[in-house]
């Protein structure tokens, strides 16, 4: 062991008590402490707050640590001062400090007692606060749930777009420190792009939660009875259950009670004083179920949560992978029930539709991977992790036999010749297609884009067509997970073949397929919301509803191009 790495656990040992580094925390902070940018992605509870907390007690200045959450940045300053003789260690900057306040921030700052500043991102586009910074010694940067400038991920502020600027201005080279828990590959490069900092060493932790049981269910009008059954099973245990609506928190909650079982509600409409109080009871086992929307959660640390139930399916992985997470804390039991149709897919689409085009469009993209989540056969420990870049072998990974898919498999197909057909197809029409537009290629239909590229897709215009176009989606999906493609993200899902999918053409092998569950909507008709809004999914869905229509309303002369949601 090097002088310096006895140090470093002296150090740990002596501001935070604990023995040894969790993870890759130790590297990382070699690396901050070395002057070098520095990329963290490590799962919720990873341990990235150390990260720059433990090299900004060391270095000489002081870190500017930039955090949306300010109730999160109190706590941080509260547990830094405890460990320390001078309470002018850490400070938090923002507009609700007095003059005085403020001045004897600066002066910490200037004298060189303070190590760790916290700010707001709006905080720091104060020229005032700015034009401080740039006169002091400034150790490096941290900029905490760095997710957030990225309008991919689930928690977008604007306020974050400007840091590259503010940090330019503060110093021409202060070191930064990017960190999140956001693991999808999309995120992290508008991470480096926005920070300015495509040279930073990238320290990630594996995103897998081995002890996390995965299931999803079909959304019938049962559900509540069948969330009763399941909570039940469960006495005693805590869980959360996250809905969309608040009118179906307060409802559900409300039904659990009838049943005996103890449940409370939470969501933003509730006001402050009972959020805190069905929060507390919930931390102190006063209740065993909290019935909530996605408000609940941030910051909640019950080591002991054993199931997360969703009754309505999130709007992306990310935000279901965020949410399941806060079960099995502890490493203990935590099963993951989703409840799926796909109409409530077609419900979070009709909420984007005011929103600006390019958000819709990513909005859509997100839904899409949800929907091929909910649908997917094959492990969807695999597939979630697959998601977010990472390789997992459900054969060998720990964890590997914890979902639904993997407990009770589907039948599988040889589907060799198929995944010639479709990484041929897709090579020959030159990579530019997203799955909606291969697939129709496919199945030989044709819609505006293809009819435009006519040249370019004739030859291959109905290879498929002896399977139906859910039977593509599925295929590729898998082939997906599987490596041999891969999607271009910049360009909404353009599909590409990787080196394994060329290989694949020169020599092809066995590949194993599962059809994906079809979940049964026949109770929702006319709940379509957008002709376009559901790619391939929704556009037959879309024309089977019409056609429904048609049979059944023979006068139906100009059926419109897209049936309107109706609120039941
Ligand atoms: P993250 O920001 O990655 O979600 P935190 O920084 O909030 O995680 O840390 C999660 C928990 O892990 C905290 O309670 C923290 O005190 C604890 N922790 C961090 N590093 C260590 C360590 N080396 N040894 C023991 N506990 C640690
Ligand atoms: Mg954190």
Same mark, same amino acid.
Not at 15 to 32: A, C, D, H, P, T
């Given at each position: ?40 992605i490590m799962p919720t509870g990873g341990g990235k707050s150390l990260c720059? #907390? ?56 200037? =004298? ?10 709006? *905080?720091?586009?104060?020229a005032e606060y700015v034009d401080f910074l740039r006169t002091v010694k ?49 995120? #992290? ?16 932790? *594996? ?26 099973? =469960?006495?005693? %245990? ?127 993209? @997100? ?9 997917? *056969? ?33 039948? #599988? ?61 599925? @295929? ?10 891969? %999607? ?64 059944r309303n023979a006068k139906a002369l100009g059926v419109p191009p897209f049936?309107?949601? #109706?609120?039941?």
């Amino acid at each position: 062991m090097s002088i310096a790495e006895i140090d470093l656990h002296s150090a740990l040992k002596k501001f935070f008590g604990f023995s040894g580094f969790k993870g890759l925390q130790e590297e990382v902070i070699k690396n901050v402490i070395a002057g070098n940018n520095t990329f963290v992605i490590m799962p919720t509870g990873g341990g990235k707050s150390l990260c720059y #907390q433990l090299p900004a007690l060391i270095k000489e200045g002081t870190a500017i640590v930039v955090s949306p959450l300010i109730a999160l940045m109190k706590n941080q300053v509260d547990a830094i001062r405890a460990v320390s003789e001078n309470e002018g260690v850490a400070h938090v900057l923002n507009s609700s400090l007095n003059k005085t306040e403020v001045k004897r921030v600066k002066d910490d700052i200037t =004298n060189g007692i303070t190590k760790l500043l916290y700010v707001a991102p709006e *905080s720091l586009t104060k020229a005032e606060y700015v034009d401080f910074l740039r006169t002091v010694k400034i150790s490096f940067m941290a900029v905490d749930e760095a997710h957030c400038i990225s309008e991919w991920g689930h928690d977008f502020r604007p306020e974050y777009r400007n840091l590259k600027h503010i940090i330019k201005r503060i110093g021409d080279d202060i070191p930064i420190v990017g960190l999140t828990a956001t693991a999808t590959p999309k995120v #992290q490069e508008d991470i480096l792009k926005s920070l300015g900092m495509s040279d930073a060493v990238t320290f990630k932790a *594996s995103f897998n939660r081995p002890n996390l049981y995965y299931e999803v269910r079909p959304k019938t009008k049962n559900v509540d009875a069948d969330i009763i059954r399941f909570v039940k099973q =469960n006495e005693g %245990k805590s869980g959360i259950i996250y809905c969309l609506s608040r009118k179906r928190v307060e409802e559900l909650a409300q039904v659990l009670q009838v049943n005996g079982v103890k449940a409370v509600p939470y969501h933003a409409g509730l006001d402050a004083k009972t959020r805190v109080k069905h929060q507390d009871m919930f931390l102190m086992e006063d209740t065993d179920v909290v019935v909530a929307t996605i408000a609940f959660g941030m910051g909640i640390d019950k080591p002991d949560v054993r199931f997360v139930i969703h009754h309505d399916i999130p709007k992306s992985i990310e935000s279901y992978y965020q949410e399941t997470g806060r079960a099995g804390r502890d490493g203990g039991e935590g099963h993951c029930l989703a409840y799926y149709a796909y109409k409530d897919i077609e419900k979070l689409e009709k909420f984007m539709s005011g929103k600006p085009v390019a958000e819709q469009e990513i909005g859509h993209a @997100l839904l899409q991977e949800v929907v091929a989540f909910a649908e997917t *056969s094959i492990s969807r420990r695999k597939f979630i992790l697959h998601y977010f870049g990472e390789e997992f072998d459900n054969e060998t990974g720990e964890g590997g036999d914890m979902d639904d898919n993997v407990r009770n498999p589907k039948k #599988q197909v040889e589907a060799q010749d198929d995944v010639k057909i479709l990484l041929e197809t897709i090579q020959n029409t030159n990579e530019k297609y997203k799955s909606k537009d291969l697939v129709q290629v496919l199945v030989g239909k044709s819609n505006a884009l293809i009819s435009s590229h006519k040249t370019d897709t004739q030859p291959f215009f109905g290879v498929g067509k002896d399977k139906d176009a859910r039977y593509w989606m599925a @295929l590729i999906r898998q082939v997906l997970v599987a490596g041999y493609l891969k %999607k271009d993200i910049e360009t909404y899902g353009v599909l590409r073949l990787s080196d394994e999918g060329k290989a694949f053409i020169k020599s092809p092998k066995s590949f194993m397929m599962a059809e994906d569950h079809v979940f049964d909507e026949s109770t929702n008709d006319g709940i379509v919301t957008n002709a376009k809004g559901g790619g391939a999914v929704a556009d037959e869905k879309l024309m089977t509803l019409l056609k429904d229509l048609r049979k059944r309303n023979a006068k139906a002369l100009g059926v419109p191009p897209f049936v309107i949601f #109706q609120d039941p």
